[in-house]
């Protein structure tokens, strides 16, 4: 299912200009990363895309819905969205049943919501702890109950706010995991992150926000060369960019694959010559 963001403007009730002038288009199964300093206009971008916020001026389209025609509830069967902090989505007091919540109010067939929620809770790793309660779990485990909770909805759209925070390195591999699973059944993910290592590895395209607008859109290697323009948001590239480019890697790498083989290709000449 497509997304359409035409000329999109949004004014907080204060007075603050948080968005202005954006226009995106995310083709179905795409997963894009959005990144920007604090205040760039990230999760306020995001939020209009199930009605939590409508647009002061222009247009946002899920699919053939017009987000400003249709409620929150009728767009939750659209867009499932992961709030930056588990602890703002999770009420219930066993993990199975937070996972059963949403596929519940969608109103599916009984049959349809056991299956989904076998699905979520294999793929997040929830299995043997669906009888505990949420708040006995870490708070990394709790992120994994409320991604569980809306990949069990089954969208065609899945937003994450912040999807590492809090995650160890083994966590953020398996999240890593679960997003090729999302990826395998065609489903858009769109992820707000300040985690740029983590973007770099799992994402194939990347908007950079700063001031309310769309500063640069494009995939990681034309993202992380613009250098300057990362600086002026406060955004640094990868650790394996940065390192890069204190070799003399004069490539945009941002993998540890796209690493090894600038290397090999730079030390080949340096080791004719020494032959």
């Given at each position: ?40 206009g ?31 509830a ?9 709030f ?70 089954n ?61 640069v ?59």
């Open positions: 299912m497509q997304i359409d963001i035409t000329d999109l403007y949004f004014t907080y009730p204060t007075g603050v200009e948080a968005l202005r002038g954006v226009s995106l288009h995310i083709a179905p199964g795409e997963q894009v990363a959005i990144i920007g300093q604090n205040g760039s990230k999760t306020t971008l995001v939020k209009h895309l199930n009605g939590l916020l409508q647009p002061t001026r222009g247009t946002v389209r899920v699919g053939d819905w017009l987000t400003g025609e249709h409620s929150v009728q767009l939750a069967a659209r867009v499932g969205y992961v930056q902090n588990p602890d703002d989505q999770l009420f219930k007091t066993r993990v199975e049943d937070e996972v059963r919540v949403g596929p519940l109010n969608l109103k599916l067939p009984p049959d349809q919501v056991d299956a989904q929620v076998e699905h979520a809770l294999d793929l997040l790793g929830l299995v043997e702890r669906r009888d505990l309660h949420p708040y006995d779990l870490t708070p990394a485990w709790r992120k994994r109950v409320a991604i569980a909770a809306v990949i069990a909805m969208t065609p759209i899945i937003v994450l706010d912040e999807p590492t925070t809090g995650q160890d390195h083994a966590t953020v591999q398996e999240l890593g995991r679960v997003l090729a699973a999302l990826r395998g059944e065609a489903k858009t993910v769109i992820a707000i992150s300040h985690d740029i290592d983590f973007v770099a590895t799992h994402f194939s395209r990347i908007v950079v926000m700063g001031q309310g607008q769309v500063l859109d494009g995939a990681p290697e034309a993202v992380f060369a613009q250098t300057d323009l990362l600086a002026s948001t406060y955004v640094e590239p990868p650790q394996i960019t940065r390192l890069a480019r204190r070799l003399g890697i004069d490539a945009a790498v941002y993998s540890v694959d796209g690493f090894v083989e600038q290397l090999a290709a730079q030390a080949g000449p340096q080791m004719r010559r020494r032959r």
